[in-house]
């Protein structure tokens, strides 16, 4: 247990859907990262949270949001869902921001039918 | 624009001979440098890392060479076991205040 936690592991839904994935960072990680696995691709960075507040964007979709709550767990919402995205998701935490190592959940696999 | 790039998407070796990953960047503000292992349904896992000032870092049977001029760098293990049979991400980052950039991985099968 990597102390990242995750949630739903699975979820399975249909095209134009809205889901909502949960990540609860590690104890006393402030950073949390949200990451997409697409089939055959690397790990794309998403979107990042300090302490409640936004401070990185990546290759983020304007369908996808996510925020940061004050018990320092997060949410990603996707909306409109497409099946190409489909893929695994992936929350990591580190301690600070000058930390560089992440420590990783172990991701919530989304299905579009 | 890959950033991080891993040419190999997979690599086969016998146990107990070395297994050599290969990893090229283009940004040349990296200056912190990561190896992450990951299993089948589970996360990433930190495994070693490497900062710019250091060409070498060495950990058990896992060792990570940098060459910036060339800017390249290689995860070494040595010897390859079967339980070291994962995908490995290599991963940058310029400072610690940003996130890190991710290759695609390469999937290593170490067979016994």
């Known amino acids: 247990d990597s102390g990242v936690t995750q949630t739903p592991k699975h979820l399975i839904t249909a095209t134009g859907q809205r889901v909502t994935l949960r990540c609860s960072p590690r104890?006393?990680?402030?950073?949390v990262y949200w990451y997409q696995q697409s089939l055959d691709q690397g790990l794309q960075f998403l979107i990042q949270y300090y302490n409640g507040e936004e401070r990185a964007k990546g290759n983020i979709l304007e369908r996808f949001s996510a925020q940061q709550f004050p018990d320092l767990h997060s949410e990603l919402n996707l909306s409109s869902l497409e099946l190409g995205d489909s893929a695994l998701y992936f929350c990591?935490?580190?301690?600070?921001?000058?930390?560089?190592?992440?420590?990783f959940g172990s991701g919530t696999r989304l299905t579009v039918v | 624009d890959q950033q991080v790039k891993q040419n190999s998407p997979s690599l086969s070796v016998q146990e107990g001979r070395i297994s050599i990953l290969n990893c090229d960047y283009t940004?040349?503000?990296?200056?912190?440098f990561l190896w992450y292992k990951k299993y089948p349904a589970e996360g990433p896992t930190f495994l070693i890392s490497?900062?710019?000032?250091?060409d070498k870092n060495e950990d058990g049977r896992f060792t990570v060479f940098l060459n910036k001029s060339a800017k390249h760098l290689s995860l070494h293990i040595v010897p390859s076991q079967p339980g070291d049979s994962a995908v490995y991400f290599c991963?940058?980052?310029?400072?610690?205040?940003?996130?890190?950039?991710f290759g695609k991985g390469t999937r290593l099968s170490v067979i016994a």
């Open positions: 104890s006393g990680d402030l950073s």
């Open positions: 490497i900062s710019s000032i250091k």
């Open positions: 940004n040349s503000m990296f200056d912190y």
């Open positions: 991963a940058a980052s310029p400072s610690g205040n940003t996130p890190l950039v």
């Open positions: 990591a935490s580190r301690a600070g921001q000058g930390a560089y190592g992440y420590t």
